[in-house]
């Protein structure tokens, strides 16, 4: 069955400039999870989604960073006004049941966003 | 906020058992325990996960002492395609999803 699809895979932006990353989770699951992987560095926490609702957003770096889940499937991740710390691995997981703990997660292959 | 202590490194030779244990001193009487395995340019994949004892699938074994608060990852006759990150975590809510920097683990031949 599908997995988890992320586009694009591959993204460079020039500084300042808005972008969106969409995630298709697994169909039926429940929770959605983005992470922001930094080179060298495990993935960390940027928000969670339950159905639609966004329950926790506190790892979201900025208010330049929002993200979506209107219909409680695709996610997109918004980050607007880019700065090259935003560069990084940007990775979305979704889970079968909510919560964090009992989940095993499925995760996409992310998309690379490169700021020049 | 369970946080989890791994080393950074580990070095083994094909055909070997590999141990990695993990530390959460502070972890929650709900919180389970969680081990995600990542290759370069993927994204982590589900390893196994335990509350308590042992818990065995095909690919590992995960030891789990009485008062949980570490958790040993075994991994039976390691190959090269099994040099990868391997990353514990024992969250109990959502932004309690730390990976941490993982244990790098090279599998030499």
């Known amino acids: 069955g599908a997995g988890v699809s992320q586009s694009p895979r591959y993204k460079v932006a020039k500084r300042g400039q808005d972008v969106a990353l969409r995630c298709d989770p697994i169909?039926?699951?429940?929770?959605l999870f983005w992470y922001q992987q930094a080179l060298g560095q495990g993935p960390e926490f940027l928000t969670y989604?339950?159905?639609?609702?966004?329950?926790?957003k506190s790892g979201l770096p900025s208010d330049r960073f929002f993200a979506e889940r209107p219909e409680g499937s695709v996610s997109t991740l918004k980050i607007q006004r880019t700065q090259q710390e935003d560069s990084a691995v940007y990775l979305c997981?979704?889970?079968?049941?909510?919560?964090?703990?009992?989940?095993?997660?499925?995760f996409g292959p992310g998309t690379r966003l490169t700021v020049l | 906020l369970a946080k989890t202590t791994q080393p950074i490194s580990m070095d083994s030779y094909e055909g070997q058992e590999v141990n990695i244990t993990c530390s959460h001193n502070?972890?929650?009487?709900?919180?389970?325990i969680t081990w995600y395995q990542q290759f370069p340019s993927q994204g982590p994949r589900f390893i196994i996960q335990?509350?308590?004892t042992k818990v065995t699938n095909e690919v590992a074994s995960l030891f789990i002492p009485a008062d949980r608060k570490s958790s040993t990852l075994s991994l039976p006759r390691v190959s090269l395609s099994d040099t990868a990150v391997y990353y514990c975590?024992?969250?109990?809510?959502?932004?309690?999803?730390?990976f941490g920097s993982g244990t790098q683990l090279t599998v030499l031949p």
């Open positions: 997981a979704s889970s079968l049941l909510a919560g964090a703990s009992y989940n095993e997660q499925f």
């Open positions: 169909s039926g699951h429940v929770s």
């Open positions: 989604f339950q159905n639609e609702a966004q329950l926790d």
């Open positions: 502070n972890i929650a009487t709900n919180d389970y």
């Open positions: 335990g509350y308590k």
């Open positions: 975590l024992a969250p109990g809510s959502a932004r309690q999803l730390t």
